[in-house]
């Protein structure tokens, strides 16, 4: 099982980044995605999640009407579309896979550094 991230990547305040997490390994139209974030001291927490379909989507307060997850099932691939980014936005995000609504994730990527500044 492989998820791995990219988009990554400095940006100044305002900006915008397209994070995208390519999985291999497991049957991927099957799962709920999620994107989580760990920024630098702070606990990792959920971002984002999208249904096995892509037809049910949730984010956290603080990202809502900003970002957007989306995902190509013929793909293998989820994305983060995040705009209006914040400095506050900087960390280390994560794409994640669980197979069911309200199960924790059971595979996880190595991670792409967001960092936000002017």
């Known amino acids: 099982v492989q998820l791995v991230e990219s988009g990554g990547g400095l940006v100044q305040p305002g900006g915008s980044l397209r994070l995208s997490c390519a999985a291999s390994g497991f049957t991927f139209n099957l799962y709920y995605m999620s994107w989580y974030r760990q920024a630098p001291g702070k606990e990792r927490a959920l971002v984002a999640h999208?249904?096995?379909?892509?037809?049910?989507?949730y984010y956290v307060d603080s990202v809502k009407g900003r970002f957007s997850i989306s995902r190509d099932n013929a793909m293998n691939t989820v994305y983060l579309q995040m705009n209006s980014l914040k400095p506050e936005d900087t960390a280390v995000y994560y794409c994640?896979?669980?197979?069911?609504?309200?199960?924790?994730?059971?595979?996880w990527g190595q991670g792409t550094q967001v960092t936000v500044s002017s």
């Open positions: 994640a896979a669980a197979p069911a609504r309200g199960v924790g994730p059971g595979y």
């Open positions: 999208i249904s096995s379909a892509g037809g049910s989507t």
